[in-house]
């Protein structure tokens, strides 16, 4: 939960999560069934974590965690049954983006990366921060792909790879730039996979991809620069 949010708000038709000065930054909505014949049933909300004030009749948050219950009653409904989740939308990226690369940061924050859209290849990145549900612009990363993936490093940078590149990049978000990584073995025709980690013990991370008509990955290990 955001640092910021203090006090919940249940509306009726969500709960409004609200800041120090009763500004709302994130909403919950509960959960609704929707059964086989199109009835739709919607649930009901349960907090813990905090108290009901009185007073003005708003939840107050205790600690950093509120556990949310949400309950919906299936009786009388016909399977197969769907539930949708309690999202709201967010606000608007800058730039429509596909196949990009979307990680969050240590800040709280996460960071979007390349992609591609009806014009092409996107460049730009952008930083979104769900405490004031706005869109920043970041630093370009420099390299673009068909589809760009990411990992976050053990000293909280993040290291950035696409389709067809020798080489990645590493963002810092402390100062909102990029560094080349050193160049792998050979380009590949489609970007690691998406399951690759950061190997905390040695900040070295391991890129696996599988080029077309081979049945055993090829992987490649990439020690990144040390922070400066």
């Known amino acids: 939960m955001p640092a910021s949010v203090r006090h919940i708000q249940d509306t009726g038709d969500y709960l409004q999560f609200l800041d120090e000065s009763a500004r709302p930054v994130l909403r919950f909505h509960p959960a609704v069934v929707r059964d086989a014949n199109g009835h739709s049933r919607a649930g009901s909300t349960r907090l813990a974590g905090g108290r009901m004030n009185p007073r003005t009749q708003v939840f107050d948050v205790d600690g950093a965690q509120v556990r949310i219950t949400t309950e919906v009653s299936l009786a009388g409904l016909t399977a197969p049954l769907v539930v949708d989740p309690g999202w709201s939308s967010t606000a608007t990226m800058a730039e429509a983006r596909a196949q990009h690369a979307g990680l969050l940061l240590g800040t709280g924050q996460l960071l979007v990366v390349g992609g591609v859209n009806r014009l092409g290849f996107v460049a730009s990145s952008e930083r979104y921060d769900p405490d004031t549900d706005t869109w920043s612009a970041a630093a370009a990363a420099g390299i673009s792909g068909n589809v760009t993936i990411s990992a976050r490093l053990s000293d909280g940078r993040a290291l950035v790879l696409t389709d067809g590149s020798t080489s990645g990049r590493i963002y810092d978000p402390a100062t909102d730039t990029w560094s080349a990584t050193g160049p792998m073995a050979a380009p590949r025709p489609w970007p690691p996979s998406r399951g690759s980690t950061p190997v905390n013990s ?22 990144p620069p040390a922070a400066s």
């Open 202 to 223: 040695s900040s070295r991370a391991a890129a696996i991809s599988r080029p077309p008509n081979c049945t055993t990955p090829r992987a490649t290990r990439s020690s």
